[in-house]
């Protein structure tokens, strides 16, 4: 008889639809005043190591992304979402734990009939 191993579980940690008011864009009325970006992050964790014990010492803490990028979005002005997108990414990548990311900015406000944004996403350099 062949020993089964147990499937590795896919672990995702998101956050969706975070409303924040950031200094951002080139044109001079953007300059004025913060506007709402909406930012949506996916990050994959790898395989846990050990079970979780349903303590928050064993898990990548959400409060310390949002926290994160919350401290992120007050910290500058950014000219582009491209700019503020790396910046994000950078700081979910060196959580522990997490091996790829995928961060969107939309801005609501800039079209009365859309909205305008941007995507990426990035594997850890160690992985």
């Known amino acids: 008889m062949v020993a089964q191993m147990a499937p590795e ?9 975070f409303r ?9 009325f953007e300059k ?3 506007q709402t970006v909406i930012v949506n992050v996916d990050l994959h964790l790898a395989p846990a190591g050990k079970a979780h014990g349903d303590r928050i010492a064993n898990v990548l803490n959400y409060d310390i992304v949002h926290d994160g990028i919350a401290t992120l979005a ?3 002005h950014f000219n582009l979402q491209e700019t503020l997108v790396e910046a994000i990414l950078d ?3 060196d959580q ?3 091996i790829e990311a995928r961060v969107s900015t939309e801005k609501p406000d800039v079209y009365p009939d859309c909205r305008v944004g941007y995507q990426a996403s990035r594997r850890r350099a160690d992985r």
Do not use: A, N
């Not at 579980?9 to 639809?17: E, K, V």
């Open 32 to 34: 004025k005043g913060p």
């Open 20 to 28: 924040l008011k950031v200094s951002i864009g080139i044109h001079d």
């Open 96 to 98: 522990p734990g997490v």
């Open 9 to 17: 579980t896919d672990r995702r940690i998101f956050i969706r639809d």
């Open 91 to 93: 700081l979910c990548l």
């Open 74 to 76: 007050e910290s500058r």
